[in-house]
């Protein structure tokens, strides 16, 4: 088994036990459950905004832990504050070191949206989603089926909720697309070898329909590399572990964010003169 598969066999045992302890009836009890969603589509493309989906994570399974003591508080609110669109919290505590309190507050000091990372195998995941605060949820099509994709994503829109469809070949993008697909994010780590090659991103975004917001994930430790995929036609990206590993990640997306903007700055006026 990859590590994949390890981590989708543990997420399956983990639904069949919260079943039991957390019914769905209590779920639908959170504060959080009926409360009002945050597009993430809406300021992801918002012009004001970096476009970047700033992560918190704490560990990851290739490297370890990278940064086990931040504060969810500090960390994300720092985020927001240096530009970011929007927010994603790691919630898997086995591989990734992540937890449902971290979503929650993360929730509870931001009015942003909040993308819940996780391996969803279940429909019961989704509706704790909810409960947690979460405005988006994460599909991973190396994990599902194409039709369990769609049945998990029309759940969701049930729900009120998001849909970001990881992808990491052209294979599984044109499997897995459905109306309910809200956001598409092109991997570019290899989840069976833990590869990064920001070429996958490149090679799918022409595969990839405008009508879906374009998120590029993975490897993106340039602030250069942002204003090539943006040039390519992805309107948003995904970074977690380049602020993650630094002491202090907030500054870290502050400076990475200026910098941004800056290489940004000539290429959208020469655009739109």
Not at 31 to 40: A, E, Y
Request: charge should be neutral; glycine fraction near 6%.
């Amino acid at each position: 088994m990859n590590i994949l598969d390890t981590i989708i066999a543990r997420k399956k045992e983990e639904v069949a036990e919260k079943k039991a302890l957390y019914p769905e009836k209590l779920l639908e009890k959170s504060l959080f459950f009926g409360s009002p969603v945050v597009s993430m589509k809406k300021y992801v493309r918002d012009p004001e905004k970096t476009g970047i989906i700033a992560e918190f994570k704490r560990k990851s399974p290739s490297k370890g832990w990278i940064n086990p003591s931040a504060s969810v508080e500090k960390t994300t609110i720092g985020y927001m504050q240096a530009g970011a669109s929007a927010l994603s919290v790691l919630t898997d505590c086995t591989f990734f070191g992540g937890s449902e309190e971290d979503l929650k507050q993360a929730r509870k000091f931001n009015y942003c949206p909040l993308l819940r990372k996780d391996f969803m195998v279940d429909e019961y995941q989704l509706i704790e989603s909810r409960s947690l605060g979460a405005d988006c949820i994460l599909l991973i099509a190396a994990a599902l089926s194409a039709q369990e994709i769609r049945k998990l994503a029309a759940f969701a829109k049930d729900l009120g909720m998001e849909v970001l469809l990881e992808v990491h070949n052209r294979e599984e993008l044109d499997a897995s697309l459905n109306e309910y697909v809200d956001l598409v994010g092109v991997n570019n780590r290899n989840l069976k070898t833990f590869e990064v090659s920001v070429e996958t991103s490149l090679e799918l975004i022409k595969r990839i329909p405008e009508s879906y917001v374009r998120i590029s994930e993975s490897g993106l430790s340039e602030p250069a590399t942002l204003v090539q995929l943006k040039q390519a036609g992805f309107d948003g990206f995904l970074i977690g572990e380049n602020f993650m590993k630094t002491i202090r990640p907030h500054q870290a997306a502050y400076n990475f964010m200026n910098h941004y903007r800056k290489l940004l700055k000539p290429v959208t006026e020469a655009k739109n003169p």
